[in-house]
């Protein structure tokens, strides 16, 4: 049973515009949720968090969304850059100690 | 952010043997976790290592097959047991960070078995 969903597994945008990356869960017990890139050959590369008190978190041209009721979150990246382009991993935590539980991963390529 | 390293990077082994792999944090942290990314899948919760205590390992690993040493505050090794094929994955370390329950990963040892 996969707690965190990421059900789009490529996602293709023009340099300039804006990246939408969503990101379902079902555990209404996360309480933070985090988004990281990775590149082949490395390990994953923190971007951005968000705790289930807020329902926006912004740094830099990375914004997430979180919309509890619908257990969704979305990472906006504006406007996106070729260096975008690498596998999006959506994770969420319980808190704590808790470790991580990650999404299947979204790779996002931005044409030129 | 915390600066981590691992060795290997990559080995390739074969089936039955055991392979340990290190993770170096270049700070002191209380919290280390070790996870797995089977090819085409996410990163899976292995187990959790704190100083002075167990592992403490998730459901579908134990520590029979992944024991876990964590000697002290910037030092953790994972061993893979009596490997077979199935066991090929990237293997990567993280540490907690004290700021908003963010995780910091190490590059990953890519680890295939034959």
């Known amino acids: 049973d996969q707690q965190v969903k990421q059900n789009s597994p490529s996602l293709s945008v023009q340099e300039g515009r804006i990246s939408i990356l969503n990101c379902d869960y079902t555990n209404s017990m996360f309480d933070y949720f985090l988004w990281y890139k990775k590149y082949p050959a490395e390990g994953p590369t923190f971007l951005i968090s968000i705790s289930s008190i807020k329902d926006k978190n912004e740094d830099g041209r990375f914004t997430v969304f979180l919309n509890k009721s619908a257990k969704h979150l979305s990472l906006h990246i504006v406007p996106s850059q070729p260096g975008d382009s690498a596998v999006y991993f959506c994770?969420?935590?319980?808190?704590?100690?808790?470790?991580?539980?990650f999404g299947k991963g979204t790779h996002l390529i931005i044409q030129p | 952010s915390a600066v981590i390293s691992q060795k290997p990077s990559r080995d390739i082994c074969q089936r039955g043997t055991s392979l340990t792999i290190q993770c170096q944090v270049d700070s002191q942290v209380t919290m280390m976790f070790w996870y797995r990314q089977q090819p085409g899948q996410s990163l899976t919760l292995i187990a959790t290592a704190n100083q002075g205590s167990e592992a403490t390992y998730e459901s579908g690993f134990v520590i029979d097959k992944f024991p876990i040493s964590r000697p002290n505050l910037t030092f953790s090794t994972l061993t893979v047991s009596n490997m077979s094929p199935e066991d090929s994955s990237i293997y990567l370390c993280s540490v907690l960070s004290g700021m908003d329950h963010e995780q910091f990963f190490g590059p990953g040892t890519r680890l295939t078995v034959l």
């Open positions: 994770a969420a935590s319980g808190g704590g100690a808790d470790g991580l539980t």
